[in-house]
């Protein structure tokens, strides 16, 4: 493991410093940090198919410039498959290629924000966008979420409020579908409550679809861009759940202005044509749903370890969410655990977890975790999260506590 | 040839529309417009070998995240090499990957200006670079470049002038080496001029080095960064015209300072660790030296053909450089040849060139053209200028204008 990547992930999602633990000193460490996509997911001998097809038929257009926009034959796949699958009737045009969805979020800020501009996000959420946004110096408001997703009633609230004082937020950024940390997925009744409070007051809503692909129960809901009839959604995808993290291959699709306003800005002279067609030919001809479903039973099998792990060691300390997707679980500490102590006893023990503090913008989550599992095998899981049931119990037992 | 990935390019590189002969209605019609590589010059089997060995050996890193800097490995790699053959002392941590050179001019824009700096540009020069530094709102001026590049006389003149008004220029963008769009190379004591003026202005020097490597004749020179003792100049380089440009690869190389500063707004989560990787494997093991000897026969033969052909159909009519290394000959039509006339007769005889307009912020360059002779083959460059000269003799002898 090169420790200086997980690090330099670790600035990105706003951990300021590593645990003392996390440091190759102690190698018996089980990290639930970091959101990563399990590379072992994809096959060598698949790559390498796509790879050979790639240089023998398209071998011109993958060595070369592409358009600003992103190679066309990845944007016309994108858009026949978001159509079918959703019943929406995007046009090529209406995506860009991005270098992952942080791409998207940054071109979003950079097109749409100017200092002083409002924005609204979930609280708590992916500190990385908020990051991003903030370069802009944006007002960042900050609305609750709860095991639904985010509480729209605060969105309207919040929206009556600001429309009183004359201010109209530039959007909102919400992930509705796994929503990282949280795990929560909104209903169809708030994700039609947020839309119909969108088009009240024209708000652009950032709908961040990261892991969308990754449902492990329930039906399927439509995307806010699938229920979406004002053209006020811009969807951002990626790859990097799916294929690999290492490509850096996302995209944005929503309204035709605004894509063309966010490639006006997308400085590298497009994402790169040959990522664009590996990916092409990895995922086409019917092989991505298959990967796909690959990858749920893959990802819902550490799910269901990190849950029952969870149902075993940790009652009576924490609450935790029961995520239908996605890559994370969001506990809460009962009021007997003390969050010091539990870091100390975690770091002893030999497990690390994400502090809730790394995903709200305020001074708040000290009394929250979360935990990835997608990154660790089952057994691996499980004896981690053993470890932070004992080092709950240490917490809420000190006797200097309670 | 994918017609709607040109005309992006087209775009990109400055010239409103397509020529009406630009068009697929035309098959026979022969371009010099662009400074593409030839993807030909990449071996497939080269490329599948560093595929797996990349799979095989550098299989997690390559798939996923990495550091926003980039993979260490190649910042190493870099390092090393431009240490080993300029003398440099260059740390990895003074180098950032960025997604092709392109990347790296817009995180300069973005990290550096405000609305209402002052920037400095050499005229003609690649309209690219400049259409990024506008998005920022600059004022622009523009220094002349001769037969030997930039005039560091006139940056002398314009920088004791802004001193005067109270003005110190962000930067000045240059090209030293095979200028674009006039093939120019400074020679050294220009060098060393300009960065005395640099060092006796504190101004910082962007050097775009897109095309060092690609020279056919003389000796090599030190490149600005190399001469620079006083941390004032960041160079830009790329692997898109000794590997490929679809892999949007190139980086950023200069003091600590300024690339920490680029990193920290480069808001893709850092460039594609696998196509690091990709590059990586395809150059190290002493693997890149020999290809860029055959890239330099390569592109020699077709540089040589475009002056022969210029010498014998040609002369008479226009004046021209004769480029030591890079992708282009810069024209200048001597004054019995009408601009408007010369463009009629080469879209009708099959021959397309970039306008010198396209080179010029300001309103010039109708007398002059720029060839690019990095994409047709020598026969087809033969053809073209025997065309071109046609053209000319045409648009010279044009009776309404004698």
């Given amino acids: 493991m090169d420790y200086s990547r997980l690090y330099s992930q670790m600035a990105r999602i706003g951990v300021g410093k590593p645990n003392s633990a996390a440091t190759p000193a102690q190698p018996d460490l089980i990290s639930l940090v970091y959101g990563l996509?399990?590379?072992?997911?994809?096959?060598?001998?698949?790559?390498?198919?796509?790879?050979?097809?790639?240089?023998?038929?398209?071998?011109?257009?993958?060595?070369?410039?592409?358009?600003?926009?992103?190679?066309?034959?990845?944007?016309?796949?994108?858009?026949?498959?978001?159509?079918?699958?959703?019943?929406?009737?995007?046009?090529?045009?209406?995506?860009?290629?991005?270098?992952?969805?942080?791409?998207?979020?940054?071109?979003?800020?950079?097109?749409?924000?100017?200092?002083?501009?409002?924005?609204?996000?979930?609280?708590?959420?992916?500190l990385g966008a908020v990051r991003a946004f903030r370069l802009s110096q944006p007002r960042v408001i900050e609305l609750p979420v709860d095991g639904a997703g985010l509480v729209t009633e605060a969105l309207d609230t919040a929206l009556a409020r600001l429309a009183g004082e004359g201010v109209r937020?530039?959007?909102?950024?919400?992930?509705?579908?796994?929503?990282?940390?949280?795990?929560?997925?909104?209903?169809?009744?708030?994700?039609?409550?947020?839309?119909?409070?969108?088009?009240?007051?024209?708000?652009?809503?950032?709908?961040?679809?990261?892991?969308?692909?990754?449902?492990?129960?329930?039906?399927?809901?439509p995307s806010l861009l699938a229920l979406d009839r004002d053209g006020l959604v811009v969807r951002l995808g990626t790859f990097s759940k799916v294929?690999?993290?290492?490509?850096?291959?996302?995209?944005?699709?929503?309204?035709?202005?605004?894509?063309?306003?966010?490639t006006a800005l997308k400085d590298d002279s497009g994402t790169s044509p040959y990522i664009s067609h590996l990916a092409l030919a990895w995922a086409?001809?019917?092989?991505?749903?298959?990967?796909?479903?690959?990858?749920?039973?893959?990802?819902?099998?550490r799910r269901d370890a990190a849950l029952a792990a969870l149902d075993r060691y940790c009652t009576g300390y924490v609450r935790w969410s029961r995520p239908l997707g996605g890559f994370y679980v969001w506990l809460e500490l009962d009021d007997a655990v003390d969050a010091a102590l539990l870091r100390r006893a975690?770091?002893?023990?030999?497990?690390?977890?994400?502090?809730?503090?790394?995903?709200?913008?305020?001074?708040?989550?000290e009394r929250y975790l979360r935990l990835s599992f997608s990154f660790v095998d089952p057994d691996r899981i499980e004896q981690a999260i053993q470890r932070l049931g004992q080092a709950l119990a240490e917490a809420a037992r000190a006797p200097e506590r309670r």
Avoid at 52 to 68: D, F, I, K, M, N
Avoid at 247 to 258: D, S
Avoid at 349 to 360: K, R
């Fill in 37 to 126: 996509p399990d590379p072992s997911t994809v096959s060598t001998s698949d790559l390498l198919a796509a790879t050979e097809l790639v240089l023998t038929e398209h071998r011109a257009s993958a060595l070369q410039y592409g358009p600003s926009q992103g190679l066309s034959e990845l944007r016309e796949f994108l858009a026949e498959r978001l159509n079918e699958r959703e019943g929406l009737t995007l046009a090529p045009g209406q995506i860009l290629l991005t270098g992952g969805a942080s791409q998207g979020i940054g071109l979003i800020a950079r097109t749409l924000l100017e200092p002083g501009d409002t924005i609204l996000v979930e609280a708590p959420t992916f």
């Fill in 346 to 365: 975690a770091d002893r023990l030999g497990v690390d977890y994400l502090p809730g503090q790394a995903c709200f913008l305020s001074d708040r989550g």
């Fill in 243 to 262: 294929l690999a993290a290492g490509m850096r291959l996302g995209w944005a699709a929503g309204p035709a202005p605004l894509v063309r306003a966010l």
């Fill in 169 to 221: 937020p530039k959007f909102l950024y919400t992930m509705p579908t796994f929503q990282n940390p949280t795990g929560a997925t909104m209903p169809l009744e708030r994700r039609q409550h947020l839309l119909g409070l969108a088009r009240q007051h024209n708000l652009l809503v950032v709908e961040d679809d990261a892991y969308g692909d990754l449902r492990y129960d329930g039906l399927e809901l």
């Fill in 284 to 301: 086409g001809g019917g092989r991505l749903d298959p990967h796909l479903e690959r990858l749920r039973r893959f990802y819902r099998e």
